[in-house]
């Protein structure tokens, strides 16, 4: 790591500090700037390299040179016209050379002119950025992903691989305009080849709806992929990749995606087979947090799982981590029928299986009321998912100002979990976790068209979600006295069903939205726990709602504001309890918006809001439900609401002419009434009993990011930060009402290079404390770094060669405890040919083992987990 940080300073400084210095104009003959002009510079005699490069803008330029000349040439070029260059001898250090070029323009026929330049990055017009992929790759992209990770404003989240492009959640990313993917659209953006996009389009108020355009409120994001010339009809590409890793154990990789594209059809298909911790599909089993649209829009409508699935994450990410054998497949179809295309379908089918093996053991440092001890699970687990999904969609233009659609979605998954848990170091248990999950969901939407400014909405929407699991322990967790087994049944449910019309207008420069429907969230559950006793849940939670929901939208000049409130009448009813409960209640959920537009690459936002939140599913039964070899969980159910109060206020600074992006957001979270955990913790037990109060927690949150690419020094540098204050409530072991804080402070710098040199360089260095408090246990605090380096070596548009390193300190208070992990990638890819070859070495000092720290309110938790050893591989690729 010293390397890399010693070598990154030194190059910036050098560079910064000793170079020669460029300015001048480019005009015509006449003395009339030209617009658009290039300046390259070069070691005189060797007018083929390319050393450094900077556009002149409105006939000017400016460079500072990162190199050391002995005959300094530089050189004037611009479309249409002759090129003119100076050559400067020994030139000399820390001088500035001002160079005025007057360009003769051509009149001869354009086909011998040649254009000398490097093509811009991005176009910009109107609401759309368009990123040109060959400006931002550096020859160690393989998926689009790759590429769109590389773009300024545009975010990727590296567990889940949701987007984000100016802090917004990113819709849908379409294929040459049609949605072929939807909100699973990781599925494309993992698995579409970099070779095939020309521009990635980030697009500011996307529409789904065409007969929204102009009437809806707008706000929303997309991005669209752009395919080069001559990537239509059909093509793809098959890959395979064989290795070898520490122990002898067979590495393996295969891979295949095919593309194909008409005007009325799309269809892209893909298959994935590996063992080396890579995950090619939009569904995230190894780290638990599922998939993007769940995350994003449909997470209300499944039964929580009341006993959790084993998850994995750690800070090294999925590559590193992921011991995993999975097979999966996705095939993607859309097609247009009909003379007047006024029918649409789109079809997408899901396969997955996978076999994930993980080693952890947790150790736990418990304070408690004075006393310390320490607890501990070692766990051995192969987790064994198996999903089917089907997707339909179609589209029907009744008429010109009239749109049907129906979606149709069902998916089958099972999940088998053996493991074998070694508690406090002494105990052995085998257990097995049995999941089901069916989810069926089906949605009609009649959109019409009142006039250029109107449209109205009709809605439904229903989904069915089960549940089964089964989990059981040999011997005994419970009574390993008394009992050979345990075995906990639980039974979740949830059918939902809404009706909705919704009126949208736009009235000059205001927008309206008004709604009115009726929800049913129906939620039978039932648990069965056998031991040498039996405890069972039965009960049904039933929430009806008719609301009304209304929206003004106001533009004036810079400013926009926008009204929301929402009225309802809510009836809850729990049934199946010692005392049943049921309560019906007004609720009514105010907001208000205001931005102003600084300018024309900023804005200011600022939003508050005001929410009542009923119980969640989790909080309903009232009996022990078992659902680890440690922990017992129970209720006491309350129909009571929380009542949240939101504040929040961010500047976005997003300047494309000057590479430089801004985005500082604050925000503050106030809640009265919620369900607060009391908490016994033994050496072998921990039971959780959740209960409702009226009293008062709050969070406050605060973030950061800006980045600015320096033109003439080729360095791209990124600075995030962000720092969060949560108070909350508890009881611990039959005390009183306790108040912890937990803070957390999170920053990390990125720097990157793009020198016109065979050699770059990536680095980024990143900082987390965390620390919770409590009067009775004091604080605990842990705080980590870490710093990852790649050096990249490309001679020729062929070769490449990358090196990185990744260092990682879980916890300052153990500095001796600390990981480096170095790789090796070589890739080959001929200019003309259809082949393309690559080698990686993987984790070169085979480190086996990592730990992370974690702390709470009682407690300090270090979990060690185990990792992908050293594995060499070597690929082929085919594309056609």
């Not at 083992?849 to 009682?858: C, H, P």
Request: hydrophobic letters at 35%; a positive charge; one cysteine or more.
């Amino acid at each position: 790591m010293r390397f890399f940080f010693v070598f990154s300073l030194l190059l910036f400084t050098s560079s910064a500090l000793r170079a020669q210095a460029l300015t001048g104009t480019v005009t015509d003959k006449e003395g009339t700037p030209i617009g658009m002009a290039s300046i390259l510079i070069k070691e005189a005699g060797q007018s083929q390299n390319i050393l450094e490069f900077v556009q002149a803008k409105g006939g000017k330029y400016s460079l500072k040179l990162t190199r050391t000349y002995q005959r300094l040439c530089v050189e004037a070029t611009a479309f249409s016209h002759t090129p003119d260059s100076v050559i400067i001898e020994n030139p000399q250090k820390d001088s500035t050379y001002t160079l005025n070029f007057k360009l003769l323009l051509v009149v001869q026929d354009l086909k011998e002119v040649v254009v000398i330049g490097k093509r811009k990055p991005y176009e910009v017009k109107e609401d759309t950025v368009s990123y040109n992929v060959s400006a931002y790759r550096d020859g160690t992209e393989r998926k689009i992903e790759d590429i769109i990770k590389k773009l300024p404003g545009i975010k990727v989240n590296e567990n889940t691989g949701q987007i984000e492009y100016k802090g917004k959640p990113v819709e849908a990313v379409t294929l040459e305009g049609d949605d072929l993917f939807g909100q699973n659209y990781t599925i494309g953006t993992k698995n579409i080849n970099v070779d095939m996009v020309e521009q990635v389009q980030a697009i500011d108020n996307y529409t789904a709806n065409p007969l929204l355009k102009g009437i809806e409120e707008g706000g929303k994001v997309s991005l669209n992929l752009k395919l080069k010339k001559g990537k239509f009809d059909f093509s793809g590409s098959i890959s395979a990749g064989v290795g070898l890793a520490s122990g002898e154990k067979f590495m393996r990789s295969a891979h295949s995606s095919l593309l194909g594209i008409s005007r009325n059809y799309k269809s892209f298909g893909s298959f994935s087979h590996n063992n080396m911790g890579i995950n090619n599909s939009p569904f995230d089993y190894f780290g638990g947090t599922g998939s993007i649209e769940r995350l994003m829009a449909e997470d209300n409508y499944y039964a929580d799982k009341v006993i959790p699935e084993s998850s994995f994450g750690t800070l090294l990410g999925n590559d590193r981590a992921n011991i995993n054998n999975q097979v999966s497949g996705s095939h993607h179809l859309f097609f247009r029928v009909g003379k007047r295309k006024r029918l649409s379908v789109k079809n997408n089918l899901y396969f997955l299986t996978d076999d994930i093996f993980a080693y952890q053991l947790s150790t736990n440092q418990n304070t408690i009321g004075g006393q310390t001890f320490m607890t501990s699970d070692e766990r051995s687990t192969h987790k064994r998912p198996l999903q089917y999904r089907g997707d339909l969609e179609m589209k029907y233009n009744t008429s010109k100002t009239s749109l049907l659609e129906y979606t149709f979605r069902v998916s089958q998954e099972s999940i088998q979990t053996p493991m074998q848990t070694r508690m406090n170091g002494t105990e052995v248990f085998d257990s097995r976790l049995s999941s089901r999950d069916f989810y069926l969901r089906q949605k009609m939407l009649f959109t019409k068209k009142l006039g250029s400014k109107r449209a109205l909405q009709l809605n439904a929407l229903q989904t069915t979600n089960r549940v089964p699991q089964v989990l059981t322990f040999a011997p005994s967790v419970l009574n390993p006295d008394s009992a050979k087994t345990d075995r906990q049944e639980s039974r979740a449910q949830k059918d939902f069903l809404e009706a909705k019309a919704t009126l949208l207008g736009a009235v000059g420069p205001a927008k309206y939205t008004l709604s009115a429907g009726f929800i049913q969230n129906k939620n039978p559950y039932k648990s069965l726990l056998t031991s040498i006793f039996s405890v069972s849940n039965d009960l049904t939670y039933l929430q009806q709602s008719a609301y009304q929901r209304a929206s003004y939208l106001h533009s004036y000049r810079k400013w926009q504001m926008k009204v929301a409130y929402e009225a309802s009448y809510l009836y809850q009813e729990i049934t199946g309890l010692k005392e049943n409960q049921k309560q019906g209640r007004i609720v009514r959920e105010p907001s208000l918006g205001l931005s102003y537009k600084a300018s024309k690459w900023s804005k200011i936002n600022g939003q508050v809001s005001y929410n009542q939140n009923p119980l969640t599913e989790n909080n309903l039964f009232e009996n022990e439900v078992l659902i680890n070899n440690r922990s017992l969980i129970t209720n006491a159910p309350n129909l009571q609401l929380q009542n949240q109060t939101v504040y929040s206020l961010n500047y976005l600074h997003h300047n494309m002419d000057k590479f430089f992006r801004l985005t500082a957001i604050i925000m503050y979270q106030e809640s009265v009434g919620g369900f607060f955990s009391n908490l016994t913790v033994k050496e072998r037990t921990t039971q959780t009993n959740s209960f409702f109060l009226p009293v008062g927690t709050d969070n406050l949150s605060f973030n950061f990011m800006t980045g600015k690419y320096f033109t003439g020094l080729g360095i791209d540098m990124t600075l995030n930060g962000s720092y969060m204050v949560s108070n909350y409530k508890n009881i611990l072991n039959d005390s009183d009402l306790r108040t912890n804080q937990m803070r957390s402070l999170t920053t990390s710098m990125d720097l990157g290079t793009s020198f016109l040199i065979p050699v770059n360089f990536k680095n980024s260095v990143s900082y987390n404390r965390n620390e919770s408090s409590n009067a009775e246990s004091g604080t605990f605090r842990n705080d980590f770094l870490s710093n990852s380096s790649k050096i990249i070596f490309a001679p020729n548009k062929a070769l490449n060669v990358s090196l990185i390193s990744d260092y990682y300190v879980p916890s300052l208070q153990k500095m001796k405890e600390n990981y480096w992990f170095l790789d090796f990638y070589v890739s080959y890819n001929p200019q003309k040919s259809k082949f393309s070859w690559a080698f990686s070495a993987n984790n070169l000092l085979n480190k086996t083992v990592f730990k992370q720290v974690q702390t709470s309110d009682f407690a300090t938790t270090t979990f060690e987990s185990n990792l992908l050893p050293r594995y060499f591989m070597a690929y082929i690729e085919y594309r056609f």
